[in-house]
């Protein structure tokens, strides 16, 4: 593979189509939409969350048919519970603090309906061409520098994996660290495919959808497949999405389908996980 191409989902494109439908996939830090446009290039409707508003206007022309949404991982998913089958988050959840890190893994397998799938990429402590153990140690593993997105950057050793995603609440389904190519220099990062154990949903709590106040509960207007106009705020200039963000409450979702092109994929050295939601435990 040549750097610049990041296909890192290809290989796990039949259990996305067999575990996504009906429901959209959710993808945390999309950056310019290139993943997003790969995924709706394969038939998949996506909702895409980034806290950088540039980059959701570079993800509006690469990937018109996803849901954007403007949101910080460091805050509460604005979704119902179990809304997803399918959570994608690629290089986005290594720039916090272990608590931090800790609810936000927490709020995506909140988001996740039993049996679903997480597909997840970190950086991984061997990343040394990309800032492996450079500057300021504030915790173990979590160091700052003058990184593009943050302020600092976490690098995930096996037993931080293991850590922030124990074996009681998922189930690797793979787990391996991994060479990307996205950059001039390879990047190392952990992959995983994990499916998330559903040991006990109402300790985690369950979260109720806000009542739509639209007239068509089953339109947003300029984007399909969610209810409640009202539980968005979004202004569009030339097509671009100059603010998009929830407004508070969850979302729940219908069967409509979302549409767009295909974008090229990103490629970077990441440990990827991949994990499945387990079904309900009878009480």
Known sequence: MEAGQDLWLERWLPLLLAEAAPKPVLELGCDTGRDTGWLLGHGLSVVATDIALEALRKAQQAASGALLLRHDLRTSLPFMSASFNVVVASLSLHYFDANTTTRAIAEVRRCLAPGGLLFCRVNSANDFQHGAGVGEEIEPGYFRQSARYAECKRFFSAGDVERFFPSRDWHAESR????????????????YAHDQREHDRAADGERAPVEAAASDPESLGTRPGLRGASQFSS???????????????HVAFSRSSLHGSVASARVRCTCRTIFKTWPARQM
């Open 176 to 191: 391996e660290e991994r060479e990307v190519l996205r950059y001039d220099a390879p990047k190392m990062a952990w992959e």
């Open 235 to 249: 202004a569009w200039v030339d097509g671009n999405p100059e603010v998009v963000h929830p407004a508070e409450g």
